[in-house]
């Protein structure tokens, strides 16, 4: 399994930028997806965006064109480019991951989880 440690969060006013890193140990050996989800208030935790270790990518539609994930294989992390915020992008943002290649979008199907990283956007 691995194990997962998020940072990069904060304040931020509409329309700055924020980059997420979520730092990955453990089994980093075999293939696995890393997924940033998040949880706004009032609301269930749902998928942002997902990297293969191909870097191929899924996105949740309403962060297209704002959001970029990325991730650097030498070193085990993978990042959320947060760009153009709105104050609907509030929420704790935790980091996934799970063996293989799919890129799921249920939480269910990840096995690794972050503690969370606290994002708030003030309009």
């Known amino acids: 399994q691995v194990q997962l440690i998020e940072s990069g969060g904060g304040l931020v006013q509409a329309g700055g930028s924020l980059r997420l890193s979520c730092a990955a140990s453990?089994?980093?050996?075999?293939?696995?997806?890393i997924a940033w989800f998040r949880r706004a208030p009032g609301k269930e935790r749902e998928l942002v965006a997902a990297?293969?270790?191909?870097?191929?990518?899924t996105y949740q539609d309403s962060v297209k064109g704002r959001f970029t994930m990325s991730r650097d294989n030498a070193k085990n992390t993978a990042y959320l480019q947060m760009d153009n915020l709105k104050p609907e992008d509030t929420a704790v943002y935790y980091c996934?991951?799970?063996?293989?290649?799919?890129?799921?979008?249920?939480?269910?199907?990840?096995?690794?989880w972050g503690q969370g990283t606290q994002v708030t956007v003030s309009s």
């Open positions: 996934a991951a799970r063996p293989g290649t799919i890129r799921y979008s249920e939480e269910n199907e990840y096995n690794s």
């Open positions: 453990g089994r980093t050996g075999s293939a696995y997806v």
């Open positions: 990297i293969s270790s191909t870097s191929a990518t």
